[in-house]
């Protein structure tokens, strides 16, 4: 997304919120070095909250047209995850409101039915706007996505298939149909 969003021309950072699984930040520094954007990051078990504060913050001194924030995810049944989520939610409320937001759920396509009670249960702390459907290049077909938006209401908005810097796409639903019904 921020290589994507890079070649548009837009100014991006990152900021490296998912400070609870090992070496997270260490993977998205290494996005960001790739999509040559910027990135705020702190230490492991560190306040990811602190870490969104300053990432607002160094967003708005370089006049950034983009923030992306990544935070701890596959996480829905450990609660202070879920709380740290809202206390996101409330940082940027607090420290940029009136942005524009988008808040995205990454749903691995060959979790299945898991994949639903995870939205489900992000939806309950946040305001979802949107689905990544990731690994749509093996043998799942994402059928979910089905599921997903007839019984949340939520959009597929991009898909992954690959693990490249040009693996992420923009969910087409004809193409996505049409999928369904060939082998
Ligand atoms: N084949 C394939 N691999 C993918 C795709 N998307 C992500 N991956 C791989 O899946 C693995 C997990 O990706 P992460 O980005 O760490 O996933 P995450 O949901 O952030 O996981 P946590 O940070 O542990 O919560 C990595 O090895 C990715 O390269 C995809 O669309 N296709
Ligand atoms: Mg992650």
Known sequence: LAAQLKGNGKKVVMA???TFRAAAADQ??????????????????SDPGAVLF???????????DVLLCDTAGRLHNKK??????????????????GCIRENLIV??????????VQAKTFMEATDITGVVL????????????????AELGIPVKYIGVGEGIDDLQKFNSHDFVSALFTK
């Not at 300053?54 to 950034?64: R, Y």
């Not at 990731?134 to 994402?142: E, P, S």
């Open 16 to 18: 490296a919120a998912d």
């Open 28 to 45: 998205l520094k290494e996005w960001a070095r790739r999509s040559n954007v910027d990135i705020v990051a702190g230490n492991e078990g």
């Open 54 to 64: 300053d990432a607002i913050a160094s967003a708005k001194n370089k006049n950034a």
């Open 80 to 97: 202070n995850l879920m709380e740290e989520l809202k206390k996101l939610d409330r940082i940027i409320e607090k420290e940029y409101s």
């Open 107 to 116: 749903l691995d396509a060959t979790t299945g039915q898991n994949a639903l």
């Open 134 to 149: 990731t690994k749509m290049d093996g043998t799942a077909k994402g059928g979910i996505a089905i599921a997903i938006q």
